[in-house]
C-alpha cells in the first residue's frame, strides 16, 4: 500500500473493563501506520471507563457519555466525533474483540481504490483457544422475508473462503468509508442493541449504489455474547431477558422499514411459526419472563412507529 488513509476506530465500553483493555491491547499491535482507537464509555457505573482513561489515554480518545446510548447511539457519538476530525474511513469495532497485527492494512487495501465499494468486513473467528471455528463470513439478505443470514458460521477455517461481494456486513467489525456515511446517515439509534443496524446500514449504503466486501485474508477474534451474558446462571438462564426482547423487537422494526409491502405478510408469519419454536423451549427450560418478553419485542416492533 502507497498511501495510509486515516481510520478511527470506534469502541463502546459499558462495565466491561476486562474485554475492552484486551481489544486496545490487540489494537497497540497493529501495524498500520495512521489510525487512532476511539473509546466511548456508555455511561459505566464499575468506573470502567476511567480505568480505562488512565491507562490507554496516550493511545486512545475517550469520550464519556452522561446515559446510556446504546451500540448505535454509543457509536454514533464517536463516528460524530471521529467526521469532525476528518477521517477517512471509520471502524465500528466490537469491544469483545481481538484483532490480527495486519488486519487493518488488508481491509483498507482491499477497497480504497474501489470507488464502487463502500464497506468491508473482515473473516470473524469465536475467540476459543484454537481459534479456528468462523463466528462471521460474510452475509445473505433475503428481502422478501427481512432475513439476514450468516454465512460460514460455525464452520473450520478452509482455504475455499475466498473475498467477495457482501449483502450485508455484521457491526461487529464494519469499516465504512466517512464520504459514504455522510451520504447515508448514521446508525439508526431506535435500535438501540447491537442487532439489525448493521444490516439496516448495510442495506442503505447499497441504495446509495455502493457494493460491500467480505475480506477473509484479515481476520479477527470474538469473544461472543460476552456483553449479553451474566458471568452467573439466573432463574432465566445466562442471557437477560431483555436481550430477546430488544432481538425480536429489532427484527420486527427491520422488517417494517425494509420488507416490500406484498411480502410483509409472509415475513410476519416466518417469525410467528419461528416464535413458537421459542415458546416451546422457553416453557420446557421454564423461562417465563423471556417468554413474554420475546412476543413483547414482537408486538412493539410491528406495531408501534420508530423512525430516525
Not at 233 to 259: S, V
Not at 265 to 279: D, E, N, R
Not at 282 to 296: C, H, S
Request: some cysteine.
Amino acid at each position: 500500500m502507497i498511501k495510509y488513509p486515516s481510520v478511527a476506530i470506534i469502541i463502546i465500553n459499558w462495565n466491561n473493563y476486562e474485554d475492552t483493555e484486551k481489544c486496545l491491547d490487540s489494537l497497540k499491535m497493529c501495524n498500520y501506520p495512521n489510525f487512532k482507537s476511539i473509546v466511548v464509555d456508555n455511561d459505566s457505573k464499575d468506573g470502567s471507563g476511567l480505568a480505562l482513561e488512565k491507562k490507554y489515554k496516550d493511545f486512545s480518545d475517550f469520550i464519556f457519555s452522561e446515559t446510556n446510548l446504546g451500540f448505535s447511539g454509543g457509536n454514533n457519538l464517536g463516528i460524530k466525533h471521529a467526521m469532525n476530525e476528518n477521517y477517512e474511513y471509520i471502524l465500528e469495532l466490537n469491544n469483545d474483540t481481538e484483532v490480527e497485527p495486519d488486519f487493518l492494512n488488508i481491509l483498507v487495501e482491499s477497497v480504497d481504490n474501489r470507488p464502487d465499494y463502500g464497506a468491508v468486513q473482515p473473516l470473524i473467528f469465536y475467540n476459543t483457544p484454537n481459534r479456528h471455528l468462523i463466528w462471521n463470513g460474510g452475509g445473505k439478505y433475503i428481502k422478501a422475508l427481512g432475513l439476514s443470514i450468516t454465512k460460514f458460521k460455525n464452520e473450520v477455517k478452509s482455504k475455499k473462503i475466498y473475498p467477495s461481494d457482501t449483502e450485508w456486513i455484521t457491526g461487529c467489525a464494519f469499516l465504512i468509508k466517512s464520504k459514504v456515511l455522510k451520504k447515508t446517515g448514521l446508525l439508526r439509534e431506535f435500535y438501540f442493541f447491537g442487532s439489525f443496524e448493521d444490516v439496516d446500514l448495510s442495506i442503505r449504503i447499497k441504495n446509495q449504489g455502493y457494493k460491500l466486501w467480505f475480506e477473509p485474508k484479515a481476520e479477527i477474534y470474538h469473544s461472543v455474547g460476552s456483553s449479553s451474558k451474566t458471568k452467573v446462571k439466573g432463574k432465566e438462564g445466562f442471557l437477560n431477558p431483555q436481550f430477546h426482547y430488544l432481538t425480536q423487537r429489532n427484527q420486527m422494526i427491520f422488517i417494517n422499514h425494509h420488507t416490500p409491502t406484498i411480502f410483509k405478510p409472509v415475513a410476519v408469519l416466518t417469525q410467528v411459526i419461528k416464535l413458537l419454536a421459542y415458546s416451546l423451549y422457553f416453557l420446557v427450560l421454564w423461562r417465563p419472563i423471556k417468554l413474554k418478553m420475546v412476543w413483547k419485542g414482537f408486538k412493539d416492533g410491528l406495531f408501534k412507529t420508530y423512525h430516525d
